[in-house]
């Protein structure tokens, strides 16, 4: 793990209390990851050949095969990729958010991250710089968020 | 990486279904047992002929094969069943066309059947396939529930807004595929969405992910479809024109494809590149000896209208970023240029992962398709964002 120490705002993660019913599946790959996020540490793999940088986590790396991949940190800054808004809620715990922006962020340096967009009022625009946050559920699980960039820090 | 010629050379038997809607019979053997007569009917075939079937939807949405079979009272020799996603539905007769090809079977029959009736709405913690958002990575259609990306809609709106972002599309353009195929749905007696749409209508329709509309969405049904593949010599002897699968080529996977969305747009878990889609390169026109030129109906997977887009580029109808103003004016009206998904489609017909394109090309190369014929129907080509296809025709 590179040594950076980019530590992401934690803010309290506004929905339903309990992640249980959506909490990722937290494998052996893909520990080192949601435990770094803990910390409020945004990190991906990264490949000792190629330095291509990937999330999901995966075995092998999907651009030169290499199976050498190591973690290293990201500065949690980028720019809005995508977004789509939800106006109908799928599940209890989002459903007081609705309407709610997940935004797609290609991160400086890394790849392409999921995360809702925290900020209530702005709206995102594709190009638009955005800050990583980690948002802390009341069960303490943590998931990424995402905030104009340059806010919070 | 050729496309396979059909050489031993399949067809379509016959084809059934019930209309699709809400089934009153909380059994789902009723609807499938009448949707194999109509097939039988269609074909001129006794059920103790049919020693193949394949399933596309298991339980608990549907019947699994063993299941089916016992229910149906079916004899099989080769039975098989694909994972219970929507978009196995060209795979599955693939699967059938080279089983009767390698004598595995003489008749297949491929049966689609689920009642979405029973469980809560697709994306929501209830239904069925809810336990895939926790798969190793993400849900099949890039779902990463604990920051709020639920339901297949989501990252179909992620790749739509990229998409339009990048190749300056305005997303009011997609009204002419929802109007068009509603079009086709209001002559279709199956067809579960049957009142006139218009422009100003999808204008108005409300959000549902933004950017995409209610009018964007297929419509979930309750469905029962049976569709029978066997030779195309077998088939010269029974009771319809042969409708014959000319060529095919398979679904594609790995990191550069996403289930919504063109390879590369760089959603899902694909990186964005530089895509340029094979088009009329693509294996099945190939093998097919034909160019999108020659394709007089076209039928593809619509969960979400702008696959209809992405599939029209994929396959070199239009140039990448200009299926859009492509579809305007008519052209995939039926009477226009290239019908496309006149049965309605999964938008207005009802999401049958297809299985209501599949009967309407048998229907509508056969001449069969009463008020909704069109004038020119010696080939039909199946295909989807995701990359598999087959075409149809006579020859």
Known sequence: MRNTAHSLEIRTFPGGASSARLRPNITTLSEPFYAKLRQGILSVQSCERCEKKTFPPAPVCPACHCEKLGWTELSGDGAAFSW???QRSYTEEFKSLVPYIVLAVRMDGGPILFGRWVETVLRPAIGD???AIVERWQDG????????GGAGR | MPGVASQNRAAIAGVGAVAFGRFESTSLAPPVNIALNHALEDAGLLRTQVDGMIVQIGSPRGLDFDEMAQLLGLRLRFASQTWSHGRFCGTVVQQAAMAVAHKLADYVVCVCAYRNSAFPRHGSPGFPGFGENFRETRGPHAETPHVGLVAPIGGAALAAQRYFHRYAVDPLKLSAISVAQRNGAMQNSLAALRTPISKSDYAASPYVVEPLRLLDCSIPVDAAVALIVTTSERAADLNKSVV????FQGMHAGPDEFVFGQNGLGIGQSEETDYVPAGAAEPVFRAAQLSPRDIDLFYCYDGFSPQVLWTLERFGFAKIGEAADW???GRIELGGQLPLNTNGGNLSEGHTNGWGHMIEIVRQLRGEAGP???????TALWATTFGD???FGHA
């Not at chain 1, 699980?141 to 104009?148: V, Y």
């Not at chain 2, 909704?372 to 010696?378: C, D, F, G, I």
């Open chain 1, 84 to 86: 789509c808004r939800y």
């Open chain 1, 141 to 148: 699980f943590t998931s990424l968020g995402f905030i104009r």
């Open chain 2, 327 to 329: 579809v305007q004016d």
């Open chain 2, 244 to 247: 014959n699968i000319l060529a």
């Open chain 2, 372 to 378: 909704r014929q069109a004038a020119r129907h010696k």
């Open chain 2, 389 to 391: 296809a087959i075409a």
């Open chain 1, 129 to 131: 710089r955005v800050s």
